[in-house]
């Protein structure tokens, strides 16, 4: 009885389209990622150690379980928190050195002497939600953008947004040096100074 011969299957090609299926695989699916706060940290500077810091350049924001609000221990409601925010940091009561010639606010003795010296803390309870928490970010987030908003339009006749999207946009003709050192000027004036405490409870 003869032998019958079987006829194989060329595989070699088989790996190449695995290879080329995988590549689409990877190119069309969309990977979600968590989105959290877009937050650059501060270098570490000896000058603004928490032993260095006056209570009267210190603005303690404390959120409860609940989300009310303690603000330098008085109860705010959240929509007064921008408000609250501005004074403090527009203040302006420093003299000498630590004169503010820009503050418009109320030059309370009491309160920050210079937005460069200011610096709110935030501080959680450990169930707080986490909804809570990022409102009261985005709060006080939002009066330093209104605070480099009036400036930006004081000395370049411009908002701080504006300028800042003016530096993001690729297609944007002008000097992206001056506008980088325009913005650099603003944050010099209001600097971003919020301090994340280790939650009380």
Do not use: W
């Not at 990622?33 to 209570?55: A, C, F, H, V, W």
């Not at 408000?83 to 940091?89: G, P, R």
């Not at 701080?160 to 002008?174: A, C, H, I, T, V």
């Amino acid at each position: 009885m003869a032998r019958q011969h079987i006829k194989e299957v060329n595989a070699g090609s088989t790996a190449d389209i695995a290879f080329l299926l995988l590549i689409f695989f990877l190119v069309t699916t969309t990977i979600e990622t968590d989105q959290g706060i877009n937050r650059k940290l501060p270098s570490k500077n000896p000058e603004t150690t928490s032993q260095n810091i006056k209570d009267k350049n210190l603005f303690t924001v404390l959120i409860n379980a609940q989300g009310e609000l303690l603000v330098e221990n008085e109860p705010l409601d959240i929509s007064d928190l921008r408000t609250a925010t501005i004074s403090f940091l527009d203040n302006g009561s420093g003299e000498g050195k630590e004169a503010c010639s820009y503050c418009e606010g109320e030059k309370n003795l009491k309160s920050s002497v210079n937005p460069q010296k200011a610096v709110i803390s935030v501080q959680t309870d450990r169930l707080t939600n986490y909804q809570d928490y990022i409102a009261v970010q985005n709060e006080l987030v939002s009066a330093y953008n209104d605070l480099r908003n009036r400036e930006a339009q004081r000395l370049y006749v411009m908002s701080y947004e504006k300028l800042n999207d003016q530096y993001k946009d690729e297609s944007f003709k002008g000097s992206k040096d001056q506008l980088k050192e325009r913005l650099k000027a603003i944050r010099a004036l209001f600097p971003l100074h919020i301090s994340e405490a280790e939650p009380r409870f």
